[in-house]
């Protein structure tokens, strides 16, 4: 099965940038859609960003336009660039696929943002 590692959180101040990867065990990558998520304290998990097997990408309204998310089907990797970011981006992220019907997640990374 798929497993999933993610690397690249720590603690910026508000508007700095970070890029959160995402490495990916298994053949079957290039054919997965892969997603990063967050859970903040005290709430839901959300999802950030998605990008399918074939590029296309989507975003949470509240991370548009600052948020970017890319794969490298070469590496096995995804990754999501978080650019002007703010105190309510503060979470830990996870990376996440669905692998023969079963939902993967990664351990997490913590995201905190300072004001």
């Known amino acids: 099965q798929v497993r999933l590692v993610e690397s690249g959180g720590g603690l910026v101040q508000a508007g700095g940038s970070l890029r959160l990867s995402c490495a990916a065990s298994g053949s079957t990558f290039s054919t997965n859609a892969m997603g990063w998520y967050r859970q903040a304290p005290g709430k839901q998990r959300e999802l950030v960003a998605h990008i399918s097997s074939g590029g296309i990408t989507t975003y949470a309204n509240s991370v548009k336009g600052r948020f970017t998310i890319s794969r490298d089907n070469a590496k096995n990797t995804v990754s999501l660039q978080m650019n002007s970011l703010k105190p309510e981006d503060t979470a830990v992220y996870y990376c996440?696929?669905?692998?023969?019907?079963?939902?993967?997640w990664g351990q997490g990374t913590l995201v905190t943002v300072s004001s």
């Open positions: 996440h696929t669905v692998d023969r019907n079963l939902g993967v």
